[in-house]
């Protein structure tokens, strides 16, 4: 004999019954099956929701009776054939009116008591137990119905009563000893007390009838079919990663249904645990799949967390004062007066100072908690020396649940380092002495974050995902995303790192997916996008609060810049080829490398010189080994490098720079590379990087450029001016040639001063023979001192400084 329970979804229409009969029908081969169905899925909320409208005189209590009867009338048309239909379906409706009664009278009394509410909801596994018996009778002839009322007994704890094990077990096994049904079907979660009158087990109480029968018959087996595949590492809904636990044992599957896996109701385990059945949960909508085998036997697993939970909903309260150190008796009077009012404690907490207790309780019971508490705590805070108690709602607890934890060391120090890396912030910690469980509250709006992060950490094989929220998709941009759409495969298998894109916004439109957006089409998916605002951008990755959050800024914008504060202070890493950040006040420069290491928020800016090339990186590196830069000679201008490589006498200044604009290799207003002002900002960031302090305006800038040419205002004019001056950059070109020398835009760092500007480099100077757009940067250190440190390479250039990009993003994936 077994017994299968089919809870809600698995019954929620016509179609899912007819699986569940199927799957029955199988089993039943050969053995007997008694069948505990749950209620069709929401109509206990439905049932509920109607009774307490009623009882607050609203009258739209009739409105969902009305959905109620409809839904099972329609199940019911839909299993049964239409001839054999009239007698049931006024059956139904003859439950429905007393149903109707009872409401009625609620909404006349204006009151709903435990005890009406328990009847009321009973209606819900007493229709559906109904209809499906029914709909059996048309596959397996020989199946029939029982009302579990009458078998199992409880006391008169409405809304959850206790179970009269004696009574129960002897009425179960008496009935079964007489009955020859091959297939028994009967409704879930209710009950009735000794003298008859109805009772619930409590809310998803239908997977605890299962085991009251399952134990009183002492059968091989009990299988409770749900809506996923078994229970999982986390719940499925929340951690997209999570997978089915294929072997579990009665106390972790305790452990973690006690701390909200709701796929099994907690009190389920213990009337098979004492006969040792095995309990099997399994998919309805997925049969062939294993499922999770929960038993006595405790399996060997490398890892030794074997879930992540959590509970919503829940308050802390704090009870302190200097009269509850050395009192002795203080916690036996607050667990008391919790007891006397039903309040379920979930949660301890007590600072071996014995100044406070803390305890989590649902939000639900916080007012009456809170009430019962200072009362019973009168005389000593109005003496001063207990405070009133301090009460914070709307936590979560989560928990990492595994029998093998208590021989592992460093789990905790893993799971808060992990919730501490991703500014997740713990308001409590607990840790019972069987190590089964280890517990913190946190901010509800972190729960989700909390549970990947956790999930990642201890069950993804190191797989860390990246989550980037990209402002500006121009040339650059464009680039980024084609590499990442690129690399992705590769690195998922090869580095672990899932890398989406979440988030994509242009100067007009801004668009969001929570899921990822395909890269494939991200062109036309950004064009349906809403209208692009810089503060709801924020406030939407801020909300999204996923974990590794990455804000890229491939704009080169003044506004974008000053938003790194906020993302930073949330939590939010921030990686930008844009310059202006970097190089504008120190003290907003130092500010945003505070802000970065105080929320554990990398904030890089590899691209800001040198595009692709590993020049900050590298300055990192010296300094953090101990290395002093005391000199720096770079040529950090790809635009301009570009142009004096290629103005001479076949090209005028005025085309040259036009080509680089063209090619991409200039800042969208050239003016910004022709000043000078670019490499400046270039050099500052070095010379920052490096340890200095320095401001921009004390950077000596010899510019080359014509005071009028700077002072045009847009790319047309700037262009004519080139033309009018186009002697005076002849002149220059001329004395280069004469002196044998080439033009080369140098930035120079030395005895704490800096300059720029155009220099003639003799044929002897490294300098000498850089290429097209490239860079070239030389680091005198104290341990590089005669022969510099050199870095060189393209240093301009769409895809080049689109792979520097990248190389931060990577670089905050492996850290
Ligand atoms: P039923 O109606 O079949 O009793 P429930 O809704 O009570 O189903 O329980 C199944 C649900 O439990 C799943 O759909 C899932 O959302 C939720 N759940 C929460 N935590 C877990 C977990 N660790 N493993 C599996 N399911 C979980
Ligand atoms: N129908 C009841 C509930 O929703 C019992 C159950 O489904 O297990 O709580
Ligand atoms: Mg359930």
């Avoid at 909320?45 to 329609?74: C, P, R």
């Avoid at 907690?266 to 009337?271: E, G, L, S, Y």
């Avoid at 835009?745 to 003639?760: H, I, M």
Wanted: aromatic fraction near 8%; hydrophobic fraction near 40%; charge should be negative.
């Amino acid at each position: 004999m077994k017994v299968l329970k089919f809870g809600g979804t698995s019954v929620a229409n016509a179609q899912n019954i007819k699986l569940m009969m199927s799957i029955v029908k199988i089993q039943s081969q050969g053995q007997q099956i008694l069948v505990v169905v749950s209620a069709f899925s929401k109509v206990t909320d439905m049932l509920q929701l109607a009774s307490q409208k009623a009882a607050h005189g609203d009258e739209n209590y009739k409105t969902i009776l009305v959905e109620i009867e409809k839904k099972h009338l329609d199940v019911l048309k839909e299993l049964i054939p239409i001839q054999e239909q009239s007698g049931l379906l006024s059956h139904v409706k003859r439950i429905i009116n007393h149903l109707e009664t009872l409401l009625d009278g609620c909404y006349l009394l204006g009151e709903l008591s435990a005890r009406t509410s328990d009847t009321i909801l009973s209606f819900g596994e007493l229709l559906s137990s109904f209809i499906i018996s029914e709909g059996m009778q048309q596959i397996i002839p020989n199946s029939g119905y029982k009302d579990s009322r009458e078998l199992i007994k409880t006391n008169a704890d409405f809304g959850k009563a206790t179970v009269n094990f004696e009574v129960t077990n002897k009425l179960i096994n008496e009935f079964f000893e007489s009955n020859d049904k091959q297939v028994v079907v009967m409704p879930g979660f209710i009950a009735a007390s000794l003298d008859g009158i109805n009772t619930t087990l409590g809310r998803g109480g239908s997977d605890y009838t299962a085991a009251i029968l399952a134990g009183a018959l002492n059968v091989k087996e009990l299988e409770i079919w749900t809506d996923v595949n078994g229970m999982f590492t986390a719940n499925p809904k929340i951690v997209k990663q999570a997978k089915p636990i294929a072997y579990i044992s009665y106390q972790e599957a305790m452990e973690l249904s006690h701390f909200g896996a709701k796929v099994l109701y907690p009190p389920t385990i213990q009337p098979v645990l004492r006969k040792n059945i095995p309990i099997l949960i399994k998919n309805t909508f997925e049969p062939e799949a294993e499922g999770t085998y929960i038993s006595n036997q405790i399996t060997a697993s490398s890892n030794p967390v074997k879930g992540i939970t959590h509970i919503d909903a829940i308050t802390l309260i704090t009870l302190e004062g200097s009269g509850m150190i050395g009192v002795s008796g203080s916690s036996k009077r607050l667990f008391e007066v919790l007891s006397h009012h039903k309040i379920n404690v979930i949660f301890i907490t007590q600072a071996s100072s014995e100044h406070s207790i803390c305890i989590g309780i649902l939000n639900s019971d916080a007012a009456l908690a809170e009430n019962a508490i200072n009362a019973a705590f009168e005389i000593e805070i109005l003496q001063n020396k207990v405070n009133p108690c301090i009460v914070e709602q709307n936590l979560c607890i989560i928990a990492l649940v595994g029998e093998n934890m208590k021989n592992h060391q460093g789990l905790s120090g893993r799971m808060f380092s992990t919730l501490g890396k991703n500014n997740v912030n713990i308001r409590a910690i607990a840790q019972g002495a069987s190590e089964r469980n280890i517990s913190a509250v946190i901010n509800e709006r972190d729960v989700k974050k909390a549970l990947n992060v956790l999930h990642e950490n201890f069950f993804e094989e190191n797989t860390k995902q990246l989550n980037l929220f990209v402002m500006g998709v121009g040339n650059v941009g464009e680039k980024f995303i084609e590499q990442i759409h690129q690399q992705k495969k590769f690195l998922k298998e090869k580095l672990k790192i899932n890398l989406r894109v979440i988030a994509l916004s242009n100067s007009r439109k801004m668009y969001f997916d929570e899921d990822g957006i395909s890269l494939k089409d991200w062109k036309f998916v950004l064009e349906t996008g809403e209208e692009a605002n810089q503060n709801l951008f924020f406030e939407q990755i801020k909300n999204l609060n996923l974990r590794n959050s990455i804000f890229v800024d491939i704009t080169a914008n003044e506004s974008v810049s000053q938003t790194y504060e906020h993302y930073l202070k949330n939590n939010i890493a921030v990686v930008t080829c844009n310059k202006i950040a970097c190089a504008s006040g120190y003290e907003n420069y130092k500010k945003l490398k505070k802000l970065s290491r105080q929320y554990n928020a990398p904030f890089l800016f590899e691209t800001n010189v040198g595009a692709g090339l590993p020049i900050i990186d590298t300055v990192k590196n010296l300094v953090a080994s101990g290395d002093k830069v005391n000199k720096i000679q770079a040529v950090l201008s790809g635009s301009l490098n570009f142009i004096f490589n290629n103005f001479d006498e076949n090209n005028t200044f005025h085309d040259v720079v036009k080509e680089a604009g063209v090619q991409g290799f200039t800042e969208p207003d050239p003016k910004i590379d022709l000043s000078g002002i670019d490499v400046a900002r270039k050099i500052l960031i070095l010379i920052r990087e490096s340890g200095y302090k320095m401001e921009i305006d004390e950077i000596v800038n010899e510019s080359f450029m014509p005071a009028e040419c700077l002072e045009t205002t847009n790319n047309e004019a700037f262009f004519k001016s080139l033309q009018t001056h186009a002697a005076h950059f002849e002149s220059i070109y001329k004395e280069a040639l004469s002196k044998e020398s080439r033009l080369k835009y140098v930035a120079q760092f030395e005895d704490g001063k800096a300059n720029v500007g155009l220099r003639f480099i003799p044929k002897d100077h490294p300098f000498y023979n850089l290429e097209g757009k490239d860079n070239i940067v030389l680091f005198f250190t104290d341990r590089y001192v005669d022969q510099p440190l050199l870095i060189k390479g393209a240093g301009a250039g769409a895809a080049v400084t689109a792979s520097g990009i990248f190389a931060d993003v990577i670089r905050i994936g492996n850290i």
